[in-house]
C-alpha cells in the first residue's frame, strides 16, 4: 500500500493550505484516513481523522480552522487547513489505516506518507 501526499508550501500567518492524500495499492478495505504532523524537536501528533463511518476527530489546536473532508469515498481524503499560524509549521504526514491483500485473510496495517512541509511564516 502507497500513500502520497501534496499541497504543502510556505504561507504567511493567518493564510489557508489545502492538502491532499491518496492511499493506492494492494487494499482491501479502509478503515480511516488521517493527518499527523511533526515539528523540529516534538512528537508527531494528530491532527485530524476521518473513518469510514464519516467520524471526525481533531486535535483541539486545530478544531475549528482545520477541516479534514473526502469526495464520496474515504481514498482521497484532504486537509483543508485555513487561519494559519507560526506554530502550525510541521511536516504533516497522511495515514492510511486499512487491511490490506493478503493470503488466507486480509491483514490490517498503518501505511504511511513521506511527509510534506508546511511552513508558516509570521
Known amino acids: 500500500v502507497q500513500v502520497v501526499e501534496s499541497g504543502g508550501g510556505l504561507v504567511q500567518a493567518g493564510g489557508s493550505l489545502r492538502l491532499s492524500c491518496a492511499a493506492s495499492?494492494?487494499?482491501?478495505?479502509?478503515?480511516?484516513m488521517g493527518w499527523y504532523r511533526q515539528a523540529p524537536g516534538k512528537q508527531r501528533e494528530l491532527v485530524a481523522q476521518?473513518?469510514?463511518?464519516?467520524?471526525?476527530n481533531y486535535a483541539e489546536s486545530v478544531r475549528g480552522r482545520f477541516t479534514i473532508h473526502r469526495d464520496y469515498t474515504l481514498n482521497p481524503v484532504y486537509l483543508q487547513m485555513n487561519s494559519l499560524k507560526p506554530e502550525d509549521t510541521a511536516v504533516y504526514y497522511c495515514?492510511?489505516?486499512?487491511?490490506?491483500?493478503?493470503?488466507?485473510?486480509?491483514?490490517?496495517?498503518?501505511?504511511w506518507g513521506q511527509g510534506t512541509q508546511v511552513t508558516v511564516s509570521s
Open positions: 476521518i473513518n469510514a463511518g464519516g467520524g471526525i
Open positions: 495515514n492510511a489505516r486499512a487491511y490490506y491483500n493478503d493470503s488466507p485473510v486480509p491483514r490490517p496495517g498503518d501505511f
Open positions: 495499492g494492494s487494499i482491501f478495505r479502509l478503515v480511516a
